[in-house]
């Protein structure tokens, strides 16, 4: 008989992307996925970009190239980085990556061994704990609140745990959450990690995406000892289909990472690398992400007043000032995975939420993505949701 | 200080990605590369297929898609197994991944456990024995000869060793050998794993790249237990710039890959796999694999032939029948890597051989790679390669 590593044995299917399969059929208003607005995306710019790309340099693009990435693109990520979260850094430190599901994936395989400890909040994206889950980690959740991680429960955690090896954190528009940290606790939480010298992987795929209040600093760009390991990607920003995100990290840190890649499939796409960077060259990306807000922000407002006129008072929801989740809490007798089901047959969907706690619980919570539909179909999914929940209110 | 995980140790870079820094100076004869030649790439082809892709499905094409892959390129590269490699398969056998290279770091995920025992063919692909390392399993090598690996060396070797949880071989102009399992060896060799039950992971990246002789059935086609895991990949016979390989395997198994393939990177580019199905809706790839084999066939006869001009006879090296690479044993006393520091002060580059045996030694063999340089350039790389062995003769 054919034996499976030990790891084989935590990895399943993303309940998500099962999930996603059902809400593919076209009369489903699916809430479920975490896609972007596909009537956004710059079709006819890429093609444009294609085009140039394979005129100009067509041999080149579709050769092999270099593990770390095309170096005009990392240029501009690098300018990205500094422009939008104030990160001071340069190409050399910038590696990447198929999409930033790649970075979590790596950031396990650099940093956990076997049994090793990971703190996250609780709840946490997903498929960052499938990732981590290959080498078989403990996981620790830190609770949170509507401001973020709770600073006195990760610091209790850290004075009474050994082996923590690496901390995973989406600070901005969390996922499943939808919410920010403040100022304060992202200063309290640098304090925190630079006393215990705990690397940080910080999450940061829906960071451009803010409809209201100012930009919070990264905490990469509060970081004095170069703990923090920044996540970004293309996906939110411009279109996932091409695989495109990056690694930002000290140099020490970014050689291992480096490595990884060479090992898992050697460089990312060498012709999506370089059409974006000609898209990036030839268009104005900073309208193109103020025109997904502006749709972004509107649904969230549609979705937000829905859910005040069809939501018994039993529940409350998150607000969140950009991203694209809001997160339900029901009434703990009621079970949104099997709600889940009752909503299913009124062809309306969710993510419910327990499989965003790596350690189980919370059942009567789910996940709600507001920017992939219409405002008509948000305010009729929410209105047959809402009829759900009370139909099961005791 | 940040600790890393324990397998970051044995991860290093690989010697060949870094030599091919060094060589990419335009100045250099390179041989050490195992990159398709960039002249024949099918640019207009892809930027056609490109423009009708973005036409025709744009806003699809940049959205994400099934972790599995494209139904309709799977379906190609279905049919395409069939007719090249005589393996009977469908659909939901098939997962697409970035490049084969990813296919490897797949199998040591899904197979082995720390120390577990993978078999390989001594020497190996660099690439292979890298992507594995990040598992931390033991390497035993397997002897080989010209007709491939030795049977009666396999036969030993399991008898006596516990553990073993994967073979990996490269039946077809292996790399770094060039040299292809006879028929007699194949069949042997699946008459044992039958036996053992052992996974084998079958890499053919340039089975299509025969030049003579008749084509040998895959060891996939003749496994009758649902053993072998066939690796392929679009990187040889139309680009690599798109990084599109696959895994063909029994439904149990491909399911782990499939889990493997969530956690590490959601899935392969949407658009460069629909890109690459419409190119090969719009263009005969046979055909365009033709022109391959007749270009990279007379740089083997090219290189054969000045070898056997200007290597001294100490030297002995493999005749390949197709694929990419010739191998070269100098005599015990001279070490390649030494040489090869000479070699590039002459300007002409090879990977020295040592790298693609896991348990070191062999110092006295290289790698030559005869896709990618034009045969005037081959005749004077290799004339220059032969005085330096020359000057090296005791």
Known sequence: MVRFADRMNLLTGSEIRELLKL?????????????PAP??????GMKEASMKTLDEMGRAALQYSTTEGFVPLREKIVARMKAKNNIDTDVDHVLVTSGSQQGLDFSARVFLNKDDVVLLESPSYLGAVNAFKACEPKFIEVPTDNNGMIMEELEKILAKTENVKMIYVIPDFQNPSGRTWTLERRHKFMEIITKYEIPVIEDNPYGELRFENENMPSLKSLDTKGLVIFLGTFSKILAPGYRLGWV????????????????ADLQASTVA???????????DLDEHVNKIKEVYGKRRDCMLKAMDAHF??????????GGLFTWVVLPEYINAKEMATQCL?????????????PNGGHENTFRMNYS???????EEGIKRIGEVIKANLR
Do not use: R
């Open 345 to 357: 047959e009124k062809k309306v969907a969710y993510v419910p939420g327990g499989s965003f706690f």
């Open 23 to 35: 809400t593919a059929q076209p009369d489903i208003i699916s809430f479920a996925g975490g896609l």
């Open 372 to 378: 992939c539909m219409p405002e008509e179909k948000i």
């Open 39 to 44: 009537e956004l995306f710059p079709v006819e």
């Open 248 to 263: 930002c990290a000290e140099a020490e840190i970014l050689a291992k990472y480096n490595f990884m890649k060479q090992a």
């Open 273 to 283: 690398q370089m059409e974006t960077n000609t898209f990036l060259d030839m268009y």
């Open 312 to 321: 018994p008072k039993e529940c409350t929801w998150t607000h969140p000032d």
